[in-house]
Structure formats: C-alpha cells, structure tokens
C-alpha cells in the first residue's frame, strides 16, 4: 500500500522499496531538505534494504538533490543495501553525466529492469 | 519581417532565498519564452540561475539573513545575461576541488558550479569573487 508523504511515495512489493517523486518540480532547492529527510526515514527500520527511485515524474535536478541523492546511497549502503535509478528522462541523466556521478550510481531504463537487478 | 522585441532588463534585490528565487524565475522564463528561446535553453538558465543564487545566499553570505543578493538580467533575442551578486568576501573558484576526480566522488556538495560551466555560454566570477557573470547565446557551445 501507498504511504503518500508531501514529496514522494513509498511502496514495498516483493522485497523491493519503490520510492516515485510525487511531482515535476520537486526536486529544486527549495523542498530538497524535506526530500531528504523523508528519503533516510523510509530506509530506517530496513535491513538490507533494496531500493528502487522512479525518476519519470522528474524534470529537474539541482546540485542539492544530487547531494542529497548521494547521501541516501551512504545511508542504504551503510545498512548492506542497494540502490537503483530508473526512469531518468535525458536531461536528467545528463545531470548525472557532466557529473559524472553516472559512475556512482546504477541506472536502469525502467522500474523492472531496476527491480530485477536485485535477483 | 519579424520584429524583435526590445531587450528585457531586471535590476532585483533579493533578500530571501524562497521567494526571490521563484520571483527571479518566473520573470526570467516569461522574457525569455517571449524572445523564442527553446525548451533547452530555459532549462539550462533557470539551472543556472538556481545554482548561483543558492551560492549566493549559502556560500557567498553565508545564509546571513542581514545579506542581499543582487541579481541583474538582460535578454535579447540572441544573448542573455546574468550577474549574481553576493555580500560575502568572495573566493577563488580554482580552489573547488574538482567533484569528479576519483577523490572527491564521493563527497555530496561542490557540484552547483560545474553545472553553471557545463550548461552556460561564458562564465566568469568577478574579483574578489562575490560576483558572477554568466550567459547563454543561442546555438553556441556550452562553456565547459
């Protein structure tokens, strides 16, 4: 079952964390604190976590949420868990590309191809 | 023939991030779509914008709520350019370390500039430091 926040939701099915962005925009400097929080909460109670972040909703990404993002990779890793990203449209990506941080993270075309990674 | 609208100029004083920030932007995509910028470009602009303004506030004037930040726009239908300024001392943007070396991956911050270089025609910081000028000319190569 959903469990709708301001910012994304989250949802559990077949062992896999799914967390979507609720809208567009979000991602910007303004609301990226709050993200950030509601991202470490829904690994808290986890133990090997696998978690999948669906970006199709997502236009915008800012040096902070790229941070942020960073941070909840520590946090997933440091309870033995991974991480995917999916769905990036390309100028997301692109973000990730100049970055460089393509090299950090490990993205998938699609929830599915993400979800499966974890077999 | 088409006729080309005057350059839009703004001279705006911001004293809080929020809202300067969505005031800024909103002016900002408004004079640029009247001038046919393309989707891409108003992308890589309201980036840049938010990237140096949030320097701006946090790095430059450390969040000092005391602090303005001085914003100043001018748009033609070939160009536009923007200056950010800050009441901070300034640095020397030579010192950031590089956030894709191997060393510094890791490390969540230091990435707003590189984004400015990446999507921007020109970028400069004005000694000390406090100022930055940046601009998009349609169809050039991004500066980094």
Known sequence: MAAPSSHISIRKHDGVIRIDFVDRNILDELNIHQIGEELLKSVESEFKPKVVIVFANVEHLSSAAFGTLMKFLERVKSRDGQLRLCELKPRVLEGFTITKLNRLFAIHDSYQAAADSFK | MATSLPAFRCDETLRELRQGLESVQDTIATALSARDYEEGAMFAIRLAIEEAIVNAFRHGNRSDPKKVV??????????????????????????????????????????GVMLIRAYMSSVEYVKPGNRLRMSYVKGAVPSA
Do not use: H, L, M
């Open chain 2, 70 to 111: 001085f914003f100043r726009a001018e748009i033609d239908d070939r160009e536009a350019r923007f200056e950010v300024e800050d009441q901070g001392p300034g640095f020397d943007p030579r010192t950031i370390p590089d956030p894709t070396d191997e060393d510094n991956i890791e490390i969540p911050s230091g990435r």
